[in-house]
């Protein structure tokens, strides 16, 4: 009955709807939640770091609850991202629109692009195809390729583009890692199809059909809604993924792995990545604030996800941390110190 609270999972979207349903100031309701109250409430839930025994691992691994509460977000995703087109188009009013897209977006990033990283670490095609489609509407379907061959090979290096400089701004860092990352994946893609003696014109070449998926999308949008709408779904999808790469410039934020004598990184540890365990930010987002874990062992389930010991821990959860970092002086003020003693920075 405990893992129940990962139902809380689908809070956001539930917000989302209940308040693009309602209309006026309620659009803004899933704005609220996430970035007010979701906040508050992890001040006051107090903060775990339980681990699993052997035999509660295997349990929670074979437990197909886990498994359903990520195929779920297919229906809710895009059935918001409609259901916010379909409502936009019976409204002038620019607090309503800006509200509604808000909403939509935070729910397009953490119930689509959040739960479809999830699901690219799988081996399953079923898993990795779900996890492309849940990057469709938020156009970012390149990310599955980056993140899964280039981020975690380079996480904590210059060479990532999901790894935030030390005083490097959130607006800066948006710029690089957009481009860097899209401009990554088709260096893999290509690296990819050269080791397997393909042509760029080839069925293997990935980058090609994400293209033509994310053209074909915006022209179902377009046929069904109009230029004006497609515009404003693009305006979504903008927003969700530069929501993404505001987690990532937090998970990251001026760790470095250290060059060995032969001239290669040291292997990925715990250290390299921010750690939270604010409870409510946990199950919120299936355990990404476990991020170390994550990247110690890429293919572990988010279910079994564990704090561990030799990791760097936010002293905000997730919300409060991206709502500091819109705030360059504030964020510095804070993390830099954090950052200096633990990479042992002389300024």
Not at 53 to 62: D, P
Not at 294 to 322: A, M, N, R
Request: charged share 20%; glycine share 4%; aromatic share 16%.
């Amino acid at each position: 009955m405990k893992d129940l609270k990962y139902l809380m999972s689908y809070s956001i979207a539930l917000m989302a709807f209940i308040g693009i349903s309602l209309g006026g100031f309620y659009n803004y309701l899933a704005v609220i939640f996430t970035f007010i109250f979701i906040p508050i409430l992890e001040t006051i839930v107090k903060k775990s770091d339980e681990e699993y025994t052997e035999e509660e691992k295997k349990s929670r691994l074979l437990d197909p609850f886990f498994d359903l509460l990520l195929y779920l977000n297919l229906p809710i995703v895009f059935g918001i991202f409609f259901f916010s087109i379909d409502k936009l188009a019976f409204t002038s009013s620019v607090s309503d629109i800006i509200g509604i897209i808000l909403s939509a977006s935070i729910v397009m990033a953490t119930n689509g692009i959040n739960v479809g990283h999830e699901l690219g670490h799988r081996k399953s095609i079923i898993a990795r195809t779900c996890s492309k489609l849940l990057y469709l509407p938020c156009q970012y379907m390149h990310f599955y390729i980056e993140h899964n061959f280039g981020h975690h090979i380079n996480v904590a290096t210059p060479e990532d583009p999901a790894t935030a400089r030390y005083k490097q701004t959130l607006y800066s860092f948006w710029v690089t890692s957009v481009i860097r990352t899209y401009i990554s994946a088709w260096k893999i893609q290509l690296k990819l199809l050269k080791v397997s003696k393909r042509d760029f014109f080839s069925i293997k070449n990935d980058m090609i059909f994400y293209t033509l998926f994310q053209i074909s999308f915006l022209a179902f949008v377009y046929y069904i809604f109009g230029l004006y709408l497609t515009l404003l779904s693009i305006l979504m999808s903008v927003i969700s993924f530069l929501f993404l790469e505001t987690i990532n410039y937090v998970e990251h934020y001026g760790l470095l792995r250290k060059k060995e004598p032969s001239g290669r990184y040291e292997r990925v540890k715990p250290h390299h990545s921010w750690n939270s365990n604010h409870t409510i930010g946990r199950i919120v987002l299936y355990e990404l604030t476990r991020h170390s874990d994550h990247h110690f062992k890429s293919s572990k389930k988010y279910q079994v996800l564990e704090s561990l010991d030799d990791c760097p821990h936010l002293p905000y959860g997730y919300p409060t941390s991206i709502l500091l970092s819109f705030i360059p002086p504030l964020w510095f003020s804070i993390m830099n110190p954090l950052v200096k003693n633990h990479m042992g920075y002389s300024d």
